[in-house]
């Protein structure tokens, strides 16, 4: 290790100061107001509240952590804390919060389902080099994100494009003006499969997609992929191959039910809170993975999904129950 850098255990760097601040339950989150609700979830501001006797008391900035989804969130403002399971972390030596923030991310944690990840946390152990340093990596890392942010805003557009030919071609599935015949995802559906509960490492034989491989409109990130070994008898069952649909059945409530459909011809297997749903004659892979992501498709998801300690859950019998409008151009050319 460098001169200077020291590594040094969690709970030695880092202070847990959830404890005495008042927790807003989310039925109490309004649209609008005077301070934002930061939570555990994926959106950065769950809601407002004009309550000032909610306000975070620790000193700004601090680091969020979502006990259950993983997230983590910078915040440099006055701001209420979600409901249970958002964790508020600061430095309790000298450490640069923004450095601090990027290298928590790169901890491994395993994926605990509904369990809490915050142990994993507790017993890593964080690089600290000189202040000056953690500055200049956290200004470099600063840059870096916001050419991310640029590259997901242009991702988004595009993706905002395909949902308005969609809405074109076919009309507003909610109202379905063209009387397109309605039939069930199962109707449209050759096959289903859960994904391998195996565990994923740095090393193995095969990429491995996870839910966090897909963003929110569907498009495929494999910027942070894990890897697995499968036995020549899993091969077929557990990767997917071109024209795939994999759908996110555990998240949570705001990402559960996120779709993307695969296209490539490289071998990847597929985590075990992914289904794998494969499509028969009748219909294109995109036009269900379009439907899926639509707003009309999230408010189905959203109101079939059981939430359980702030995780949400679709199962595939209840997937393939999803009624479709089957629009002419939506089938596949006989």
């Avoid at 952590?65 to 915040?75: E, R, V």
């Avoid at 309790?92 to 990840?117: C, D, V």
């Avoid at 809405?167 to 289903?192: Q, R």
């Avoid at 794998?276 to 109101?303: D, H, M, T």
Wanted: aromatic letters at 10%; glycine letters at 8%; a positive charge.
């Amino acid at each position: 290790m460098k001169s200077g850098w020291r590594k040094i255990h969690f709970e030695d760097v880092v202070s847990d100061e959830t404890g005495g601040n008042v927790k807003s339950p989310q039925g109490d989150f309004q649209s609008s107001g005077l301070y934002p609700i930061i939570d555990q979830g994926k959106s950065f501001v769950a809601g407002y509240t004009n309550d000032k006797h909610r306000l975070c008391k620790s000193k700004i900035p601090v680091i969020l952590f979502g006990d259950h989804t993983k997230c983590f969130k910078y915040i440099d403002f006055p701001f209420c804390l979600g409901a249970d399971g958002t964790k508020i972390l600061r430095p309790k030596i000298e450490a640069h919060e923004k450095y601090l923030f990027y290298f928590l991310q790169t901890i491994p944690m395993p994926e605990a389902g509904y369990s809490r990840h915050f142990k994993y946390l507790k017993d890593s152990e964080i690089v600290l080099p000189p202040i000056q340093e953690q500055k200049r990596i956290a200004a470099i890392l600063d840059q870096a994100d916001a050419l991310r942010r640029l590259r997901q805003r242009a991702i988004d557009r595009l993706n905002m494009l395909g949902q308005a030919i969609f809405y074109e071609m076919f009309g507003d599935p909610a109202t379905n003006p063209k009387s397109w015949p309605i039939v069930t995802i199962k109707e449209l559906t050759a096959s289903t499969q859960y994904g391998t509960s195996s565990k994923a490492g740095d090393v193995g034989n095969f990429p491995i997609l996870r839910m966090g491989n897909i963003n929110e409109s569907g498009a495929f990130d494999y910027s942070s992929l894990k890897y697995i070994d499968l036995s020549a008898l899993d091969i077929e069952k557990y990767t997917v191959r071109d024209g795939d649909i994999l759908f996110n059945r555990t998240n949570s409530p705001d990402l559960v039910g996120k779709t993307g459909v695969y296209r490539g011809n490289s071998i990847y297997a597929f985590a075990g809170y992914l289904v794998r749903l494969r499509v028969n004659e009748k219909a294109v892979p995109e036009y269900v993975g379009i439907y899926l992501n639509s707003p009309f498709g999230k408010k189905i998801l959203r109101n079939m999904c059981k939430t359980i300690i702030g995780m949400a859950n679709i199962n595939a019998k209840e997937l393939l129950t999803i009624p479709v409008p089957l629009g002419a151009k939506s089938c596949k050319d006989d």
